[in-house]
């Protein structure tokens, strides 16, 4: 599906799909395609532009630190920290949609939040990572 994948896809292994029904078409099939409010991927911690969603949203995540070396004697695999925070637009931290932490060499996900309003992301990583935020 044309329009339908995290930026980085190829890179991370993410990618949202699916067909339409039998006899319906692009135009009058129904549509599972979330909007999309934000797309960002670097390959350090960044903060990320503010979006704005109107109630509920998902943001789909990936990070890829495979032969990512801190220059410092770690064990073998590197263990990276992949750590995302939401912030609302006013700079204080989200108390309604709490952001999260994972550890490893390379994950992806889904979260889910249900609180709607205008919002920016911190994240805090040192290898590549993607994001995708849409509506739910």
């Known amino acids: 599906m044309k329009g339908c994948f995290l930026a980085g896809a190829l890179i991370f292994g993410i990618a949202c799909g699916g067909t339409a029904p039998a006899g319906s078409s692009p135009t009058t099939g129904p549509s599972n395609i979330a909007k ?3 797309d960002a991927n670097a390959s350090a911690g960044d903060t990320t532009r503010e979006f704005t969603a109107p109630g509920a949203w998902d943001m789909a995540w990936s990070y890829d630190c495979t032969g990512y070396s801190p220059g410092v004697s770690q064990p073998s695999p590197y263990i990276c920290t992949f750590d995302v925070k939401v912030f609302d637009y006013k700079g204080s931290l989200s108390l309604a949609n709490r952001g999260f932490t994972q550890k490893g060499t ?3 996900g889904v979260a889910h ?4 309003g205008t ?3 911190l994240v805090d990583f040192e290898s590549k990572w993607a994001i995708r935020v849409s509506a739910a």
Do not use: D, I, R
Request: hydrophobic share 40%.
């Open 119 to 121: 919002y920016f992301l």
């Open 106 to 108: 390379k994950n992806h």
């Open 113 to 116: 939040y249900q609180t709607g």
């Open 36 to 38: 999309v409010l934000l």
